[in-house]
């Protein structure tokens, strides 16, 4: 069975940090792009970030450039997802997506596989 798993989130104070993790199992995804996703509550889920194939290329959305930082290690079949200076806004279920392409989708209808997401909180 193909399986993404999330951990890593919680519950921290504004301006704190948090890294999320995303576990691959069932077969290896080191041919795949990997993309975070939010969704805030009563929100539709938006891209995060994103991840090509090889690890050399990085995409971010506007509100988190320069903040979160996404990183991907192929042997442990892994994609994290490095979080600074977390603001309120940042609140919401975290997601991990994979697909078998070389660049990361900022849609996610065209990802191929999901993780069951981890809550994260900011607290103002």
């Known amino acids: 069975q193909v399986r993404l798993v999330e951990s890593g989130g919680g519950l921290v104070q504004t301006g704190d940090s948090l890294r999320l993790s995303c576990a691959g199992s069932?077969?290896?995804?080191?041919?795949?792009?990997f993309g975070w996703f939010r969704q805030a509550p009563g929100k539709q889920r938006v891209f995060v970030a994103g991840?090509?194939?090889?690890?050399?290329?990085?995409f971010y959305s506007d509100s988190v450039k320069d903040r979160f930082f996404i990183s991907r290690d192929s042997a442990k079949n892994a994609a994290y997802l490095q979080m600074n200076t977390l603001q309120p806004d940042d609140t919401g279920v975290y997601f991990c997506?994979?697909?078998?392409?070389?660049?990361?989708?900022?849609?996610?209808?065209?990802?191929?596989?999901w993780g069951q997401g981890t809550q994260v909180t900011i607290s103002s």
């Open positions: 997506a994979a697909v078998r392409s070389d660049e990361p989708p900022t849609i996610e209808g065209l990802y191929d596989y």
């Open positions: 069932g077969r290896t995804f080191s041919g795949d792009a």
């Open positions: 991840i090509n194939s090889n690890g050399h290329h990085t």
